[in-house]
């Protein structure tokens, strides 16, 4: 992670922790989003890959990622257990751009490197695929003493979405870390259970960090009762971050909206 509130910086890499973390892992491998290349990219991301300089080796599983072909899960496993922890670190994260399920066996034994950053990028790679057979492996990350972990671990859950993971999330939202608390509270939120909505409600009014406030306000949008509206609205009068600002409008549309929509 990158210094500041959202992490830390592991060997050089910068390992997204938080809100929008699909999006931050493009940052993280030095990519962006963008449609599937051709086949003359794809050549010369692998010829990347291979090379012997660490620099552009991570570059090619960067650029392999980005092609979201099936030709490159192969090569993008094989980075798992290159020399360099910058080159595997931007392989996890490849994986998960890659969206290829199959990549899963490999991304769970990556959770045990000995990188911090290629074990974070490999947590959230699992949530990108959302991957249910990782859950319990992510589920034994949530009490890790490293903030960070739990917290990715939590955000990841969230997103793969299984029920089995709530009785431990529970457990999360007592942690000492407002960060791993909201990532909790959107996971089950999410989820549906209603018992993230008084730690998302008190971290909308006491989060430290903007991002803290921006998360808490989604879990609100995802599982809050009509009630909730009024606690955005003041909350985004109150608000001093303009991104947090409009995080918060945004969550309190999307509660309305769907309060005013018909019951099925």
Not at 198 to 227: E, K, Y
Request: proline share 7%; with cysteine; glycine share 8%.
């Amino acid at each position: 992670h990158g210094s500041g509130p959202c992490g830390r910086k592991a060997l050089g890499v910068q390992v997204p922790p938080c809100p929008s973390f699909a999006a931050l892992l493009l940052i993280a491998a030095g990519a962006w989003a963008q449609a599937p290349s051709p086949s003359s990219s794809i050549a010369r991301a692998l010829s990347e890959a291979q090379s012997s300089s660490a620099v552009v080796r991570r570059q090619g599983a960067v650029d392999l990622g980005a092609t979201r072909s099936p030709q490159a899960l192969s090569p993008l496993t094989r980075l798992l257990s290159d020399r360099d922890a910058q080159v595997r670190a931007a392989a996890a994260s490849g994986l998960g751009i890659l969206g290829r399920i199959a990549a899963g066996p490999s991304l769970v034994k990556a959770l045990q490197d000995k990188s911090p950053a290629v074990r974070l990028a490999s947590i959230q790679a699992l949530g990108l695929l959302k991957d249910r057979s990782a859950a319990s492996h992510l589920v034994s990350l949530l009490q890790s003493p490293d903030v960070a972990t739990a917290r990715a671990a939590a955000a990841a859950l969230g997103r793969i979405g299984s029920s089995a993971a709530i009785g431990p999330l529970k457990a999360a939202l007592q942690s000492s870390s407002q960060g791993v608390r909201v990532e909790a509270a959107v996971a089950l939120a999410g989820l549906g259970d209603a018992s993230a909505l008084p730690v998302a409600r008190a971290l909308l009014r006491d989060g430290r960090a903007p991002w803290v406030r921006m998360r808490a306000a989604d879990a609100l949008a995802l599982d809050g009762t009509p009630g909730d509206a009024g606690l955005l609205q003041s909350a985004s009068r109150s608000e001093k971050d303009p991104a947090a600002r409009r995080a918060i409008q945004a969550a309190l549309r999307s509660l309305q909206a769907k309060a005013a929509a018909p019951t099925p």
